[in-house]
């Protein structure tokens, strides 16, 4: 039995994003059941098992401690559980599955283009129609949270099965509090987002269940996980320079870290050798700056590394920290 569960999303644009992150880390997801299967496993990775569910089940799951890592959206996990502490361990963003929460309403309200609008709109229209401004919408924590924020109460919330962005157009709601990446499908239904309507900056995050079981094996295996991922990811924001330096090598590699934030790799077996030095790929034309400037003509060349293991892991660390 694995001594670690994570879940991961089953289908859809997520699933693509998560399956190339891991492939990319060296660790693909294998479905063990075939393509309709919702159990598979990590190439590598013999301790963990990897479920397949949607990622509002993720959401669910990890709240209730019934996997130890999933990979969902930070704006289901708040809609789930609007406190994450002492529940839920954010570990890292990964970068894909990005989403604003927004508050849309129609487009032909040329004057409202503030919650502050809004709120002068909700007390009009109980007056008006002696009954609240409904909001249409599947994040019922969210929005009352935020309302609640910006001092509107004059509303009701109508909880959205369907494509919310259709409700005001169908007349079973005024507003929408919806997700949108670029807007168009908002704007295709006749709607805009208010200036200060966004509530939420949301993408895929990997995540900890801090009340599930976990066992010194769970660790272990969350350890060399968190190790690999920190090691792509360390790889991907640094490039390996190679050089050869003179006399006062060390003299030169001080003021290479100081100016590029660049570290020793490892020293040449003999004298004419060259150095390996670690480079922040941002940093790099830096780097190279700082070796002319100090009188190094030898040829510098780079390469890109697969991993970069670090002696501590501060991924690993903040979840251990967070467990405790």
Not at 120 to 146: E, I, P, Q, W
Not at 269 to 286: F, H, N, S, T, W
Not at 291 to 317: E, H, I, K, S, W
Request: glycine share 8%.
């Amino acid at each position: 039995m694995a001594a670690l569960t994570l879940a991961v999303p089953s289908k859809g644009r997520l699933k693509e994003n998560v399956d190339t992150f891991f492939a990319d880390a060296g660790a693909a997801l294998v479905q063990t059941s075939g393509a309709r299967g919702y159990r598979a496993t990590l190439n590598g990775f013999p301790d963990i098992e990897v479920m397949l569910l949607s990622a509002s089940e993720i959401a669910s799951s990890l709240i209730a401690g019934d996997v130890h890592l999933g990979i969902t959206g930070h704006d289901l996990l708040l809609e789930q559980a609007p406190e994450l502490a002492g529940r839920i361990h954010l570990i890292k963003p990964l970068g894909f599955g990005n989403a604003d929460v927004v508050v849309a309403v129609p487009q032909y309200w040329i004057d409202v283009t503030t919650m502050a609008d809004l709120d002068d709109v909700c007390a009009g229209f109980a007056h008006n129609h002696r009954r609240r401004l409904r909001v249409a919408t599947k994040y019922v924590h969210l929005t009352r949270s935020y309302f609640a924020q910006m001092g509107i109460s004059d509303y009701r919330i109508v909880e959205s099965a369907g494509a919310t962005e259709a409700a005001p157009a169908a007349g079973t709601a005024e507003i929408i509090v919806d997700i949108t990446t670029t807007g168009a499908t908002l704007k295709a239904n006749g709607l805009k987002v208010l200036d200060d309507g966004p509530i939420l900056k949301s993408e895929a995050q990997l995540a900890a269940a801090l009340r599930a079981e976990w066992t010194d094996g769970a660790r272990k295996a969350v350890a060399a996980l968190l190790d690999r991922m920190n090691a792509r990811d360390r790889a991907r924001k640094s490039q390996v320079l190679r050089v050869r330096l003179g006399a006062n090598a060390d003299q030169v590699l001080a003021r290479l870290e100081r100016d590029a934030g660049a570290s020793l790799m490892s020293r040449p077996a003999d004298a004419g050798g060259e150095y390996v030095i670690l480079c922040p790929r941002p940093k790099l034309m830096d780097a190279i700056a700082s070796l002319r400037a100090q009188g190094c003509d030898a040829p510098a060349t780079t390469q890109d590394a697969d991993y970069v293991f670090d002696t501590a892991n501060p991924l690993y660390a903040a979840l251990s920290a967070a467990l405790a």
